[in-house]
């Protein structure tokens, strides 16, 4: 393996190279734009392009057109920028095609800051655009992981032959970890191995990739198709880590991306004062590992679900489905950009132990 210090933006940027792709279309947003610009210079060296669109739908609309010649293709924004792509997106979905995106959110709604924030949960989980679809949704901790899952992202929306968003926080883009990159980097992707790819029908059938049908059986049929694959994804795909959740953990707490890490201090520290505290971290918040986060909450020893976010509370809905009463659920948050802090999460967990 290749290690190496990186900024998470430009690490992203790297994985998606080593992961085949050669075409990204971009526009400007602060905090990911670094992303682009390490890319501006990057690709070139790969044989890749980089084109910089006029606008956000427009970057939407390229990689539906890019998706459909078979190349594997991907975007990175942040928060108004993702709002803007919302169209294309449920059309790339509903036309089955590969794409990954990538969110690096700010604060919002509106303009907001662009200050560490995990106000797009509904966005990406709910699917944020119109239809009945859905995205899958990776969210990492470290940039290692960042790297780790923007390779497996495109390896899923071509299994899936769907569109896949990776979603962090600006922490996630900004800090500089040292990360590990395959020594043999993909090639990429040969559009003549894929059966549906637009590659010119001179000596085929011609192909369609849409998502009109105004037939409403036809439309029906696609819908349909399109939930036995999420159904599929339920099955397959979800991943999750525990964090020193035992036989004494009293409280359970449920949290995302570097929310999680620093809920890691946080159970340290506590750990230190004798009191035991686990973590429950999804790492697809879609598919959501539903199974796997009952099972320990349904455990005899645990008496609190503590879910915190950097947000008014978005994930803590999931948490309270899946939860379904079993336990009881307090929620701890911060927005505008503000990182709660270990003391804080301690005060609240403190506060619930005397209960």
């Known amino acids: 393996m290749v290690k190496k210090l990186m900024k998470g933006n430009e690490a992203i940027g790297e994985a998606a190279i080593a992961a085949g792709v050669r075409n990204y279309f971009a526009y400007p947003i602060t905090p990911q734009s670094e992303v682009a610009e390490y890319l501006t210079w990057r690709l070139p060296e790969v044989g890749g392009t980089f084109v910089q669109a006029e606008s956000e739908v427009a970057v939407g609309n390229m990689l539906f057109g890019a998706a459909s010649t078979g190349k594997r293709v991907f975007t990175t924004s942040s928060s108004p920028g993702i709002s803007l792509m919302q169209e294309s997106l449920s059309y790339m979905a509903g036309a089955h095609l590969p794409v990954v995106l990538v969110n690096i959110m700010r604060g919002g709604p509106g303009l907001g800051g662009i200050l560490p924030s995990q106000a797009d949960y509904f966005q990406s989980v709910k699917g944020g655009g119109h239809g009945d679809y859905q995205l899958i949704v990776l969210a990492p901790s470290s940039v290692q992981e960042a790297v780790d ?207």
């Open 149 to 355: 899952l923007m390779i497996l992202a495109f390896e899923l929306a071509d299994k899936y032959l769907a569109p896949v968003m990776i979603i962090g926080d600006g922490m996630i883009g900004q800090m500089m970890e040292s990360v590990e990159f395959p020594e043999k980097y993909r090639d990429e992707s040969n559009p003549d191995e894929k059966d549906w790819a637009l590659t010119g029908a001179k000596d085929r059938k011609p192909r369609i990739v849409k998502s009109l049908f105004l037939n409403p059986e036809e439309l029906e049929i696609n819908s349909l198709t399109l939930d036995k694959k999420y159904r599929e994804m339920k099955k397959s795909e979800t991943r999750h880590e525990l964090y020193k959740v035992t036989g004494d953990t009293k409280i359970l707490i449920t949290a995302y991306g570097t929310m999680a890490r620093i809920c890691q201090t946080v159970i340290d520290e506590l750990e230190e004062e004798g009191i035991s505290v686990g973590l429950f971290r999804p790492i697809t918040l879609f598919p959501y590992p539903e199974k796997e986060l009952f099972a320990e909450v349904i455990k005899d020893n645990i008496e609190y679900i503590l879910d915190v976010e950097m947000s008014t509370g978005q994930m803590i809905e999931d948490v309270e489905r899946i939860v379904k009463g079993a336990r009881p659920i307090d929620f701890y948050g911060r927005t505008g950009g503000i990182v709660p802090s270990p003391n804080e999460i301690k005060d609240k967990i403190r506060e619930m132990l005397k209960k």
